[in-house]
């Protein structure tokens, strides 16, 4: 890097499991975001064809914060996550000479190895500033068709409260205390793995009276099961909402997407901060989520790990580049992944990583030089039979009063439910091949609801060839990393 060159503050605004549809400036009547809108209008590119590398949070989080895809070094369960010796994105940024502060969950790093080497502050709010929403689940019974469905609803916060003090807030408040706060002598990092949109369906006032539900899109109904994966049955049958009328289901979805609502205004007063302290120009902005959320389609809530439905896999991801580099606002239908991510922001901070990885930065893109970038993108989860280490049992998901028993309970079976899978999807079409049950195929134009596996359609035969020898290329391209550093031979 020349003398010359400044290195841009970067924010990491990562909400968790906010599905990609629900954003206003992308034509969901329903969302309420003005603070995304007005920024993409302005100051940033939207990428309406986003999508995440696994559809659960460890899995995703390990990938994008490495440029890996879960397969390179077995990131593929919630309980697998990045040890010291492997490279980390804010690693490399403390290296570089960032200052880095982190404020919010983990889900990324082995928590025994502590956070020293990846950010200089781990932000921990006062007790007395955060509390955690509970314990008004509103769940009922076993029998119930609410014990797991996570939704609660209007939360109540006291008279004198503008809003429900949990660790979000209390995030987002530490975020804009060190923005006013700042080094005068580093480069800033800040990454905000904030809990919202994740379930419970749970929010305060303003916010959860703000969205009409007559607004809401249509739902993706229960399609006829067969050719779906059993993964989805599964859940289905234990999760127990056969029942739910779509009032009901607008009240979960109208919840869920007022909990995004309250995440915009969070956003908007981050950004508001930098304007204030003179830094936003210099500032490199990221707004993605790690992976999406059913929100009632197909008669489900929550996600799963080795399902790939646009609901899950696609996701918001929003980029504002710092003073110098070219910009043109507004969306792009562009194919990106989340592995892009870490290819971004070391071009933009010119550094030099010093390992391989997959992504590929997406500044040309974002300044409007180019309209394409990936020509299909790719999401993988699952185990093999017999890989028990890989099937996530915990006391936790094993308790059938665990909201998560549903999804714990048919993940540790060793029939085909939690079978290995991988995705690979290109504007048109989305084929998973499944190891041990019935691969899929969809044609996304006509069925952009994925309620008919077409996977043995005559018609599609050609297509599906192409499917499988790009997917086949994405493995021989990206199956190992090979260190930089080489051995010396005696």
Same mark, same amino acid.
């Given at each position: 890097?020349?003398?010359? #060159? ?11 499991? =906010? +599905? ?186 303003? =916010? ?18 067969? !050719? ?49 302290? !003179? ?34 896999? +696609? ?19 562009? #194919? ?13 901070? *010119? ?8 992504? +590929? ?5 974002? !300044? ?15 185990? #093999? ?47 998973? +091949? ?8 969809? *044609?996304?134009?006509? *069925? ?24 086949? *290329? ?17």
């Amino acid at each position: 890097m020349t003398a010359k #060159m400044k290195r841009p503050h970067i924010i990491l605004f990562n909400p968790d499991q =906010w +599905r990609g549809d629900v954003l206003g400036h992308l034509r969901n009547p329903a969302a309420r975001t003005p603070n995304l809108d007005q920024f993409v209008a302005e100051d940033a590119v939207s990428f309406s064809h986003a999508f995440c590398q696994n559809p659960v949070c460890t899995p995703s989080r390990c990938s994008f914060m490495t440029g890996w895809y879960p397969h390179v070094r077995g990131h593929r369960t919630m309980y697998h996550m990045l040890k010291p010796d492997e490279p980390m994105l804010l690693k490399k940024l403390k290296e570089a000479g960032y200052y880095v502060w982190w404020g919010g969950k983990n889900d990324l790093i082995d928590p025994e190895s502590g956070y020293d080497e990846y950010c200089d502050v781990k932000h921990v709010p006062p007790d007395s500033t955060a509390r955690m929403f509970g314990p008004d689940w509103r769940r009922g019974e076993p029998h119930e068709d609410t014990f797991y469905s996570f939704y609660v609803g209007n939360i109540e916060k006291a008279s004198e409260e503008t809003h429900y003090p949990d660790s979000d807030w209390a995030h987002i408040h530490g975020a804009i205390d060190l923005i006013h706060n700042a080094p005068s002598d580093q480069p800033i990092c800040i990454y905000l793995p904030i809990l919202y949109p994740h379930p419970p369906y749970a929010v305060e006032e303003p =916010w959860y009276s703000s969205i009409n539900r007559s607004l809401l899109p249509p739902r993706v109904s229960e399609p006829s099961w067969e !050719g779906k994966p059993s993964m989805l049955t599964g859940l289905r049958d234990k999760m127990q909402l056969n029942g739910w009328t779509e009032q009901r289901w607008d009240e979960l979805r109208a919840t869920y997407y007022a909990m995004c609502a309250r995440v915009d205004e969070q956003f908007g007063l981050l950004v508001q901060a930098l304007k204030d302290t !003179g830094i936003y120009e210099d500032t490199a902005i990221f707004f993605f989520s790690d992976h999406g959320d059913f929100t009632g389609d197909y008669g489900l809530v929550e996600k799963t790990q080795n399902t790939f439905e646009d609901c899950l896999t +696609r996701v918001p991801f929003i980029v504002k580049p710092p003073a110098g580099q070219p910009l043109k606002p507004g969306i792009s239908d562009a #194919m990106i992944e989340l592995v892009d991510l870490c290819a971004t922001i070391y071009d933009f901070a *010119d550094i030099d990583e010093g390992y391989t990885h997959f992504g +590929r930065s997406l500044r040309d893109v974002i !300044g409007g030089q180019l309209t394409e970038h990936r020509d299909a993108v790719f999401s993988e989860g699952g185990r #093999m039979r017999g890989e028990f280490h890989c099937n996530e049992s915990t006391p936790f998901n094993e308790d059938r009063n665990s909201l998560y028993w549903p999804r714990g309970e048919t993940q540790r079976s060793e029939g085909p439910e939690h079978t290995k899978a991988t995705m690979i999807r290109t504007i048109r079409f989305k084929y998973v +091949r499944r190891f041990d049950e019935q691969d899929e195929l969809y *044609d996304l134009v006509q *069925d952009p609801g994925e309620t008919h596996n077409r996977i043995n359609d005559p018609s599609l035969s050609q297509e599906l060839l192409q499917l499988k020898e790009r997917m086949l *290329d994405f493995y021989q391209e990206t199956c190992d990393i090979v260190p930089h550093q080489r051995a010396q031979r005696e």
